[in-house]
């Protein structure tokens, strides 16, 4: 299984799962404000992402991304586009494809629901490098702050910009080696920012990245 396998990830609602609608309503736009089950959430959860992703969304595979305490509209999106091949990744696309809509809610609210466990910089020598691209950018060749977006902390900003923090060094650099690439196109912002990065400053601030608390 590797249901968020190639980028990626805080909120929690426990709520009826069909409210009420009014008669201007359409069975479909009920389900989609429907509040996420995260019972069910967790059911579908183990079985299809657990594997890759950790039991409690916190993946020990250093190429498999940290899903815990992801923002779930971030979840939701990446799952979205999964399926219909915005994002490309064949093996995610298959699990997507098993999914529905309401399997995508609870799933991606159960994840966000569990704590992220804190990660590591390892590279003493690029991270204050790392540090620096994140908090202020490279003015010099018009490359923003990865602050800007994803907060100093790299708490990110909810149905926006996903959470960071603790993030695996390796998973974050072939993320942006993809969007550098052209490999990965469901962010144009993204791949804009990438695009003026070499292969060490992507590494330095994938590091920085990991160790934000």
């Known amino acids: 299984m590797k249901l968020l396998a190639s980028l990626l990830t805080a909120a929690v609602l426990v709520a009826p799962a069909f409210p009420a609608f009014s008669a201007g309503d ?4 009920s389900q989609k404000a429907a509040k996420p089950d995260l019972v069910k959430g967790e059911a579908s959860y183990t079985a299809v ?3 890759c ?3 409690d969304g916190n993946s020990t595979v250093a190429a498999q991304p940290k899903l815990a305490q992801q923002h779930p509209e971030y979840l939701v ?26 399997d995508m809610k609870n799933i991606a609210y159960w994840a966000a ?4 466990k804190a990660g590591f910089a390892k590279d003493k020598d690029l991270v204050a490098l790392g540090e620096r691209i994140y908090r202020g950018g490279i003015q010099d060749r018009n490359i923003a702050a990865c602050a800007g977006c994803h907060s100093p902390n790299g708490s990110g900003i909810p149905a926006q910009y996903p959470r960071l923090s603790g993030q695996h060094a390796d998973y974050t650099v072939t993320q942006l ?17 990438a695009a003026k990065m070499n292969d060490r400053e992507i590494k330095a601030v994938a590091d920085y990245i990991a160790g934000l608390r």
């Not at 359409?26 to 736009?29: E, L």
């Not at 091949?85 to 298959?94: A, F, H, I």
């Not at 629901?113 to 992220?116: M, T």
């Open 26 to 29: 359409t069975p479909a736009a």
């Open 49 to 51: 992402c657990a594997a």
């Open 53 to 55: 992703h950790g039991a």
């Open 77 to 102: 999106k990446q799952l979205e586009e999964f399926k219909s091949g915005k994002r490309n990744d064949p093996v995610m696309k298959g699990f997507a494809s098993m999914l529905s809509d309401a």
């Open 113 to 116: 629901s569990k704590p992220a």
């Open 177 to 193: 080696v993809a969007f550098r690439d052209g490999k990965r196109g469901n962010s144009a912002q993204m791949a804009g920012v």
